[in-house]
């Protein structure tokens, strides 16, 4: 079969990784790919949300599925144009990505279908946002409605914090058409986990669960990033929880979805926080995480390629999943800076040490290669990713692994897994 992966992170470097092992796998291209993703896969230069592009391109190279990472290309209908070709397609179309395009949407959906979740109300007006922030008073989480690659949502101390970040998305307009609408929602307390299903024709499988690091620096301090590790399984989530989940969460969702005429396929993400009242639902996305992806792939021991058409074709009732007994955890190596601003081009130095361990994957996020040498090219750079017969064993495996890396301009934390020990 001929493959096409959409996307430039360690999520698609992962997918092109565990679809390149297929032996159904002719040819695999990746758009527009990175300097790891090259290794695995022919990349060519197409941007993301280039619909129109990636069309052409996948008429041309008879592709038989097209694999979408980032949730832009969703949002935007990629899917929709891909079907109006023939082309098969693993992710939701445009009508059901606004799970993840519009928090509103989302909130209010929840609220519909009787869905736990944080108190909440909308606001596409400043001067009632602010009102409702002082009527309900600190602390608060403020959030942009609409796509902000994880920079639209505020946890909020103070009124004043609350007030600023209000003026800032819908005056200032920071995050642009993004911030035009806000949610404003009551602050949950609790542990966060993410929890993955498979979904197509209303079937669903729970696929795994994850922890992410969403904070830059050790103990969970500094701003939210796109996730600086994780591991997988999520070890606080027993059977007992996992079934509430899909009975409480999941199950009505995908109904929900299919009641609104927005049925849903692809991978659903659900981001919860498990309070003392129960799992309530931070947010939904309509795609794989990133970097929670490179832990479930590496965990998949039956053919990753399987699973992707049939979510596609709307078969997932036939397939049987088999998973290793093994954990495994993924350290990010980062550009000093980010998430704030960064410089590319530095030179990154001992990845052929890295390459050759066992149990040991390197996926790339922003890489780039010049005259044959792997530079920084994005805040996010690497995923060091290692499984192991433990949580605790896949951690110092990876972590000796981040150890052989020469990169003076990066950094990681060093405690990703800790919080499951
Ligand atoms: P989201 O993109 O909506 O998942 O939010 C990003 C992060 O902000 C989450 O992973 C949480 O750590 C935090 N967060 C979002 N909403 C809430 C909430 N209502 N209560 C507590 N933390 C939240
Ligand atoms: N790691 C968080 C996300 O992919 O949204």
Redo the contacts with the bound molecule.
Sequence with gaps: MNILVVGAGGREHAICWAIRKSTKCKNLYCVPGNAGIGEVATCVNIGITDTEKIVTFSLEKNIDLVVIGPEDALVIGLVDELKKNSILAFGPNKSASILEGS?SFMKEFFDKYNIPT?EFKCFDNHQDAISYVKHMGAPI?V?ASGLAA?K??F?CQTEDDAVAAIRNLMLNDTLGEAGKKVVI?????GE?VSFFCLVSNNDCIPLATAQ?H?RAYDGDLGP?TGGMGAYSPANILDVSLSEKIMRTIIKPTIEGMSLEKRPFSGVLYA?L?ITENGPKV??YNVRFGDPECQVILTRIASDPLEMFLATAQGRLSEINLEWKKDSSLVIIMATNGYPGKYQRGSVILGLENVEEMIDVNVFHSGTANRNGNIIANGGRVLGITATGKSLKEAQKIAYSGVKKIGWENGFYRTDIGNKGL
């Excluded at 929602?185 to 307390?189: N, Q, T, V």
């Design positions: 928090k944080a989480v959030k994880g639209g949502v946890v929602e009551e602050l949950l307390l966060e992410d969403k939210n981001g926080m931070l947010e």
